[in-house]
């Protein structure tokens, strides 16, 4: 695809690229093979070697987030959050989850698969400052609430949320913490985010192509045995009896990258994501959180107002080569749009860009939101996103 690989730069954080050989398992024939049961007695002959790629993809998500439990059977990250639903809960219960306005994702909400299960979300009180929760707040609503749990993490995730003091407050009416890190796996996975299984989280749910840079799919993480025994069984012979085995090969292979340049890549999202948003407050664009240092992880916001909303400024920069999409903030809407423009580099490193590139980077991005023809910048942008020809934190 030209416009991912040769026209444009992805500031987008939901998307990466894999290694090549990860993209090559998923058409090497796999996919087409059932498996329908568990690794040494499955109800298909001749799955032997599916068998072992199975056990060996757990085993290195599990290795890869520190975790005594993985379960990769899982066919995208909402699918994940509806899996951890299952397990900790059933249809009538409530539970406390992000609001929208600091990256609650849809499936935490009515409708999405919280509310396709039949639970009552409540939207948990926000901290516009730390774009987290607010926790005095949170307590009285558990209080008031008692939920059976409570989620955190969401779709943009600025700075570390206070998951241990959360897991304490689910602890005074029993209920479970569920970690979405969707977005984070990535930095969580290279530890230069905090580990939210270690801080008290009962179970985490990610999706595997973000910044983790794998194929589509979800994975859910755990050191809770019971809750990992329920996945097990929501899984096999509940609702993924046979399941993508290619996509199991390719998240071995990629998992395989992290164990030998994860720690690095997610430094270099990290550091890159902090370099450009300053250089883009250099360039005269607002940021979310300016006060605070705009971000701790591979993520930000830009007050998108200027430009009539986070999507009306995200079609702005296709127009010049840029790839972004917009995001809620809590601040003042805008009306007809979201508020806020997300924008991450998973993507860029992959890519290989560095801290070094982000002025340059935020020059273009900025004259390309304030432009009357933003289509006129094309072919300057095009020419140097060409010289960002290979693949980086990957194996050969």
Not at 276 to 283: N, P
Not at 303 to 309: E, N, R, V
Request: aromatic share 6%.
């Amino acid at each position: 695809m030209d416009i991912h690989d040769r026209e444009c730069f992805n500031l987008n954080p939901a998307t990466n690229v894999m290694n090549p050989k990860a993209e090559a398992a998923l058409a090497a024939g796999l996919g087409s093979r059932p498996s329908l049961g568990y690794p040494g007695d499955k109800y298909e002959m001749g799955l032997e070697a599916i068998e072992e790629i199975e056990v060996i993809a757990a085993e290195l998500a599990a290795e890869t987030f520190r975790a005594d439990f993985a379960e990769i059977r899982v066919p995208s990250g909402a699918i994940a959050n509806l899996y951890a639903f299952m397990a900790t809960c059933v249809p009538g219960d409530r539970i406390v989850v992000p609001s929208p306005e600091i990256g609650g994702h849809v499936t935490h909400h009515a409708a999405g698969c919280a509310g396709l299960f039949e639970l009552r979300s409540h939207a948990a009180p926000v901290d516009p400052s730390g774009y987290t929760v607010d926790l005095d707040a949170m307590e009285s609503l558990v209080r008031k609430v008692r939920p059976k749990l409570i989620t955190i993490g969401g779709s943009l995730n600025l700075f570390p949320h206070p998951v241990a003091e959360i897991r304490a407050i689910a602890d005074t009416v029993g209920a479970k913490v569920l970690f979405d890190a969707a977005h984070l796996c990535g930095i969580v996975a290279g530890e230069v985010w905090p580990d939210p299984l270690a801080q008290g989280a009962h179970l985490m749910t990610m999706s595997t192509y973000k910044s983790l840079g794998g194929p589509a799919g979800g994975l859910i993480v755990t050191n809770d045995p019971e809750i990992a025994e329920s996945l097990d069984v929501i899984a096999f012979p509940g609702m993924t009896a046979n399941f993508d085995a290619a996509k199991s090969a390719a998240l071995a292979i990629s998992l395989l990258d992290w164990r030998e340049f994860g720690a690095a890549y997610a430094k270099e999202m990290a550091a890159t994501a902090k370099a450009l948003a300053q250089s883009l407050q250099a360039e005269g664009i607002g940021l979310f959180a300016e006060e605070r240092g705009f971000t701790s992880s591979h993520q930000f916001a830009v007050l998108a107002a200027p430009w009539g909303g986070g999507q009306a400024a995200a079609k702005k920069l296709r127009r010049a080569g840029f790839l972004a999409c917009g995001i809620g903030l809590p601040i003042e809407r805008v009306a007809g749009d979201i508020n806020g423009l997300r924008i991450g580099t998973p993507e860029l490193v992959r890519r290989g860009m560095t801290v070094d590139d982000m002025p340059r980077l935020a020059n273009l991005i900025a004259r390309a939101l304030n432009a009357n023809d933003p289509d006129g910048m094309a072919a300057e942008v095009r020419e140097w996103r060409e010289t960002f020809s290979g693949l980086h934190f990957i194996r050969p």
